[in-house]
């Protein structure tokens, strides 16, 4: 079932965003995202037995290497934010993206939902808000917040990019009848040299992406797995339902990410 692999992908996407907070305590974001994305490449080398090429052409490639584009940017606003800000306050704000990605996937993919799926993900945002509002001294300050907050505006830009990834994401999955298996090497090897490109761009050296390394160090391998692993199963869920749905299921991992997230790291008014 969708629902499953959606949960799935929710469990590890916690977990390795957890992992993630503590590393960025001490690592820039860039050099982490740079270390990530080459670890991700070489782990799904061996996926790369069962990618099937006949399913692929030269849009198909074009739109997966966009979409890698857009996604790269995202991970990278989202990993400054988080590397800055308390992690039970980027998490809940993430929970946002549903609500925009079942927008764009009904303006531009016709996707329909029924209007208790609707109710469900009005609930979620309902919930963002009064959970940014639990340190507030009324119920406008999350708004003042938002306003103000550099790092909050990295976190909305990257819910609009990753809203269109999951539409490009739908698009290569369902439309296009691409598997799993085929899409997720290919989109991780071009991510690996996005971010390789924005390193070198913004005069990044290979000692600044050997750093990342150092910095991360064991860690690294087993966030590569668990992001891996999640984009996997996202993928997995994407192919079988409306995006909306896989989207909103999979951002349950925000809850875990808040409470359990909080408690670790010490953090103020869980």
Known sequence: ????YALLSAVLLSISALTEKRILK?????????????????LT???Y???????????????????????????????KSVRHMEVSEISPLLILGPGLTAILAYIFLQEKLS????SGIGLLLIGVYILETHRASNLLQPLRTIWRSRYVHFVLIALVLYSLTSLLDRVIL????????????????????????????????WAAIKRGFVHGGWLILPIGVLTVSYRLAEAQAISLVFIALASTV??????FTTIIGGEIFHERAI
């Open 45 to 47: 080398l061996p996926l």
């Open 115 to 118: 209007f208790v799926q609707v």
């Open 1 to 4: 079932s969708w629902f499953w």
């Open 174 to 205: 369902h439309q296009y009848a691409i598997s799993p298996l085929t899409y997720i090497p290919i989109v991780h090897t071009f991510l690996a040299i996005d971010f390789l490109i924005m390193a070198l761009f913004l005069h990044y050296d």
């Open 250 to 255: 999979k951002r349950i991992s925000s809850l």
């Open 49 to 79: 037995a069962w990618v099937d090429f006949t399913e692929l052409n030269l849009v198909t490639m074009g739109i997966i290497f966009v979409l890698s584009f857009l996604g790269a940017i995202a991970f990278l606003l989202v990993t």
């Open 26 to 42: 001490h690592e820039h974001a860039l050099e982490f995202a740079v270390s990530l994305a080459l670890v991700n490449a070489v």
